[in-house]
């Protein structure tokens, strides 16, 4: 409770409460220039065992931030976690995440760009801004995105065994998940590879995915998600994968778009067929 109340007088409006009964709060973080050009929010969840032996629960929202640049700054926050261990580091967090945008405006690069490229787009107003993680809807570019750190582990070509769902159909849309176990970056690009090799997957209209791999040597995630251009999709599936502690596995999601708009639906039946794949 004093954390919170220390922060919110910290942050005044950019502070803001979620729920308080579940202790879910969210906090928009700029660089310091008089008109922001880099902003992002992180949202938390703090769990009952929170400072003393529980992590906060939490994700970082913001259109541009992908690949590389959001594996980095969340193993920046789980080593400040690790770092503090029993004390209180939402403070830290968020000045960790300021450091990273003043260094991204100093380094003048370019501003981000926000592509909306979802079939529903009359239907985004629904959308929880929370969850915009990813837009990036090249296939092929979801498969370089992953070379720079995947080249780093050429050992590990295997191919995993990869697990298809069962699909549901609503409204002549169609949704099917598919699950590898992966344990480096290389394996996540290889199981995109052999996806993609099947006609019917490279032609769906969007191809969701996240993944999370626990590094056991530094205790912390590499973990990332991509829309497709069913834009949110990706970050609500990995925030998915977050609540159920789901480790060393990547689900995609094939949805076929019918030409019927399903508007907030899509999510429901895009995170159903990954959980009853998990589950499976």
């Given at each position: 409770i004093d954390e919170v109340e220390a922060l919110s007088s910290i942050y005044g409006e950019d502070w803001c409460v979620v729920d308080e009964r579940e202790r879910i709060y969210c906090i928009k973080v700029a660089d310091c220039l008089e008109q922001p050009k880099w902003t992002l929010?992180?949202?938390?969840?703090?769990?009952?065992?929170?400072?003393?032996?529980?992590?906060?629960?939490?994700?970082?929202?913001?259109?541009?931030?992908?690949?590389?640049?959001?594996?980095?700054l969340a193993n920046s926050l789980e080593e400040i976690y690790l770092q503090n261990l029993g004390e209180s580091i939402l403070y830290l967090w968020v000045e960790k995440i300021r450091e990273v945008l003043i260094e991204r405006a100093q380094?003048?690069?370019?501003?981000?760009?926000?592509?909306?490229?979802?079939?529903?787009?009359?239907?985004?107003?629904?959308?929880?801004?929370?969850f915009l993680l990813d837009c990036q809807p090249v296939q092929e570019d979801l498969i370089a995105g992953l070379n720079s750190s995947a080249s780093e582990h050429p050992e590990d070509e295997e191919l995993p065994p990869i697990h298809h769902g069962s699909p549901l159909t609503d409204r002549r849309s169609t949704f099917q998940a598919h699950l590898a176990p992966?344990?480096?970056p290389r394996q996540v690009k290889r199981v995109l590879e052999r996806l993609y090799e099947n006609k019917k997957i490279a032609s769906a209209t969007h191809n969701i995915y996240a993944y999370r791999i626990y590094c056991e040597d530094k205790q912390t995630f590499l973990q990332d998600c991509e829309d497709d251009g069913e834009t949110a999709a990706g970050g609500r599936l990995l925030h998915l994968m977050q609540i159920l502690d789901v480790r060393n596995v990547l689900?995609?999601?094939?949805?076929?778009?019918?030409?019927?708009?399903?508007?907030?639906?899509r999510f429901k039946h895009i995170n159903n067929c990954a959980r009853a794949v998990l589950v499976e």
């Open positions: 929010c992180l949202q938390v969840m703090l769990p009952p065992g929170y400072p003393a032996a529980e992590p906060p629960i939490y994700q970082l929202n913001a259109p541009w931030l992908r690949g590389q640049d959001y594996m980095d380094a003048s690069e370019p501003e981000p760009e926000v592509k909306r490229t979802s079939e529903e787009v009359d239907d985004d107003d629904d959308v929880d801004d929370d992966v344990v480096t689900v995609v999601v094939s949805r076929w778009y019918g030409g019927i708009l399903l508007g907030p639906d």
